[in-house]
């Protein structure tokens, strides 16, 4: 009986508890009533014969206040009551968790030696879990990369608005959080902090993080566990192959290392590669000196052509490092050999047009129809197809340049041809016009296109757009209406500049080739590739993924896509280059939103009473004034 | 409220007598039989005839038959002492506006204005306020009417003790009249009506009680406070409680009209939104208390 009695007290919660002092007035109904009762005293001329009669008619004089009094003062308990806020909560509150298992909670504690933020954190949460209410449901999330829910099984899942989901006990909770593993991502912890506050399903946010949270507006809802304090840290901040081209003669990895937190001293610089079979060999060691809280780039020079596989450079600090996982970057080998052009050309005699004079590039020529003739695994070969005078039927997943294509060329037509365009207008911030200054292009004749639906018009004459760029099947496009071939080098600069812009951007684009940090996503729902494995990465995994699907890249290292065609192989890199999470000298900030959420919030805080109460109230004074009608009636009567 | 005292009701008055069931024994020659033989004109008796007597009352009829000499003997004709005894206490002002203080007092003055224009002396006493001094004759009804005008009522005092205050002084038996609303106890009102008989006072009792009493108008719940006692009362009435109640005052009404008819008193019941003059000119005289 009385456990059930407090809990159910305890169920009760009031979101203006304030207006239940109004429940002091309440001897004041019961003043009324009896100065009431004091006024309803008549002078009679004489109650000697009322005192005769039946004891019924004549009570023991007492309070007692009539019907209309218990009306009233229902009335008025219901309205203290609805005014005071009522919600019903199930026992206990329901706890939303949100634990910071990014990549700067791997960082070494300062709380205890040899432990991370993340086991002092999970230290830390088991005794504020010890002095919780017993009867409160909790909710573990997770915001590295995004905000995902862990089930009571420990499985991830996307955190559905519409789906309500199943809080658990303290001690599942506990063991939850015990089990799941930080991750190499960089956290969102802002935005997960918001969207929960923002759901209005829970009573309270706990944070565990290594970052402050700021609140504004007053919320009350959050409760932040930090643990952690600044620390230094080298990390491995970007990695990159610079390739051979005009400016430079040789081809090297440059890889950029940062200090924070006051870090410096001496550090080894690594560089490694490591085959598709995950063999890793050294290659070379460069010693640094590390400067305080600075960024300072290592050179590799490195050969031009290389089996497949991957670089990796590692880091090995001589002094304190709190973040072992950001020490190391993978770059594929794949960007660092030489691109192969395939060149369509209906006319064999101009040659390749200059493009074997690019560094970097080796150029396949090609008759139009010798090239309809060529198989998929040829073609997936060439980095790069290029149309001169020519234009294929459809585009297909290669990354192509199209120069001067005929009018009647069934993806890019041209409406007419123009002698000295006038160029009006073009996209200053594309990559394509980088370092180029446009209305010194001037070409002496083009195509003019219409307007199209694949690509943009990345220039326009005044009779139309004269370059077009787009992406398409997961590759990129340039078509050009004039001539930019021969190239010629330093002779022509702009045209030169124009189609090194280019090839470079052609290379770059959709899903292949390009660097990725850990916690993003591939998705090959509508590729023809597959994943197959990963290959040589600080922690040394590998294993097989699911081949199909929108894949999170959560391990750093490298990843191999295979194209179900053909043997074609791609070579991914995946790294855990966050600057924010390596950044373990500045605990940085949170901010959540307004006091606007937090009044969204609240609606969910439990089942509303207020209106029930309302109800009972008016229900009341509506009785209370039919009776008060009649009994004047009565009185007139 | 118009002054019933009109020219035309007065008329109507001096055509009444006050009747009294006993011999007057008046100290003026009035025109009520005395128990005193006097010069009036009802044959009372014979005696011998002594010296000195008026031979105008020698019955020679008796001496014709007898040859003795005998003379009438006449009845004495005095006034009657009349004294008007009016409830004066706090319980005739209520219910307020129903005017049973002034039925009251106004009957009072009528039966007063009866017994002067007869020749009568007249006292009114306004039970627990003050006795007037007798008056004679129709001219002092002005100044006993000025005299009464000024009284409220208010107070509270046994009945019994201001009827023995009020006829202190009064040494001959009078014809009294007693009006009030008599919601006393019985015993008090037989004890205060006994007092008067002892003193051989030829009493009528004239009763008024106000509509509302009669149909207790009052509210449904509360406390009634009595206006002389101030005793309190919780009430909690119902249609049932209505009924009881009727039933008790009827009975309340009854014991007095019983006892009054026991013992030779007339009783009058009356509500005070009757009109003077209906009461005046036919409901007293049906009732014997003025013929």
Known sequence: MIPWFTSSIASFHFLNPFMLLALAGLPLLVLAYMRREQSRRHLVSSILVLKQLSKKATPRKRFFPPLRFFLELLALLALVFGASGPLHTDSGEKIAVLFDTSLSMQAQSTEARGRTRFDAAVEKFSQWLTKQKSGNTYFLFTAAPRLLQVGDTGKLRAVNSEQETQGMSSSAILALVKAIEPTLAADSLEGAANELLGSGRYEKLVIVSDKQVDVQGGIQLVETLIVGAPVPNVALQSLRIERRDLAKDSQKIVASVATTGGAAGRCEVDLSFIDLGGTASRMQTQPIQLPTNGLLDVSFQIAESQAQGFYQVLLRPKDGDALAEDNIGTVSVQEAQTASILMVEPNPNLGDLGLSSLPGFSVRQLTPEAFAALSDDELMKSQVVVFHGTAPRRLFSRPALIVVPPNDNPLFPGKAEVSSPRISSWLIDHPLLSYLKVPLLNPAASVVFRENAYGKAIIRAESGPIALAGEANGARFVVLGFEIFPFEGLKTPIPTVLTLNILSWLRGGAQLGEERRTGGSLDLRQSKQTLTKIVGTGKAIQRDIDPRGVIELAYSGGYVLQDEQSSHLELLAVNAFHTEESDTGDIQSIVLSSAGKEREGNQNLGFPLWRYAALVALVCILLETVLALRGREQEAA | ?291
């Open chain 2, 1 to 291: 409220m118009q002054d019933p005292f009109t020219p035309a009701f007065f008329r109507r008055l001096e055509r009444l007598r006050i009747r009294t069931k006993r011999s007057a024994l008046g100290t003026r020659e009035g025109t009520h039989l005395s128990l005193r033989r006097g010069q009036g004109l009802e044959f009372s008796d014979y005696r011998p005839y002594s010296a000195g007597d008026d031979f105008r009352h020698i019955d020679w009829s008796v001496y014709g038959r007898t040859d003795r000499v005998y003379v009438k003997q006449f009845r004495a004709e005095h006034n009657l002492e009349v004294m008007i005894l009016f409830d004066g206490s706090a319980s005739m002002g209520l219910p307020s506006g129903e005017r049973k203080f002034e039925l009251a007092r106004d009957l009072s003055l009528a039966l007063g204005y009866v017994a002067l224009a007869d020749g009568d002396s007249v006292i009114f006493s306004c039970l627990g306020h003050k006795n007037t001094p007798k008056y004679y004759g129709q001219s002092a009804f002005p100044r006993a009417q000025r005299e009464l005008l000024t009284i409220e009522p208010k107070g509270s005092f046994s009945l019994r003790t201001e009827i023995r205050a009020a006829v202190a002084g009064q040494k001959l038996p009078a014809r009294c009249y007693l009006i009030s609303d008599f919601l006393i106890p019985p015993e008090e009102q037989q004890e205060a009506l006994d007092f008067l008989r002892g003193k051989n006072f030829d009493v009528s009792v004239v009763q008024i009680i106000a509509p509302s009493e009669l149909r207790l108008e009052l509210p449904n719940s509360g406390t009634m406070v009595d206006v002389e006692s101030g005793e309190e009362l919780q009430i909690a009435l119902d249609a049932t409680s209505l009924r009881e109640y009727a039933q008790k005052l009827g009975a309340h009404v009854e014991y007095l009209e019983r006892y009054c008819r026991r013992v030779g008193i007339q009783h009058l019941v009356l509500s005070s939104d009757e009109s003077l003059s209906d009461v005046v000119l036919q409901k007293f005289p049906k009732a014997g208390l003025l013929q």
